[in-house]
Nanobody
């Protein structure tokens, strides 16, 4: 049974940093692309960043490029999202997701598995 468990969310002031973690279990993810997506109140879920597990290639939404960094630790089966220079508009529930059997890194939708989400709140 696939499980994606996020952690690391919280309350931070604008300009601050947070690191989200996503612990993946239940199968091998070496042929997967892992993504982070977010949903703010009253808005649709939007893509944030993705990483292909095998190649390590990354892809970002324009809104976070240069501020956020996605990475993975093969030994820990964990994906991270380092978020710097946070803005109030980054406030959202952040979800980790897995798209199986793909070599693509440009994966903005169509994920197969989702975590439960972690709240990130950025105060002005």
């Amino acid at each position: 049974q696939v499980q994606l468990v996020e952690s690391g969310g919280g309350l931070v002031q604008a300009g601050g940093s947070l690191r989200l973690s996503c612990a993946a279990s239940g199968r091998t993810f070496s042929s997967s692309t892992m993504g982070w997506l977010r949903q703010a109140p009253g808005k649709e879920r939007e893509f944030v960043a993705a990483i292909n597990w095998r190649s390590g290639n990354t892809y970002y939404a324009d809104s976070v490029k240069g501020r956020f960094t996605i990475s993975r630790d093969n030994a820990k089966n964990t994906v991270y999202l380092q978020m710097n220079s946070l803005k109030p508009e980054d406030t959202a529930v952040y979800y980790c997701a897995a798209k199986l059997y793909t070599q693509k890194v440009v994966v903005e939708y169509g994920y197969d598995y989702w975590g439960q989400g972690t709240q990130v709140t950025v105060s002005s």
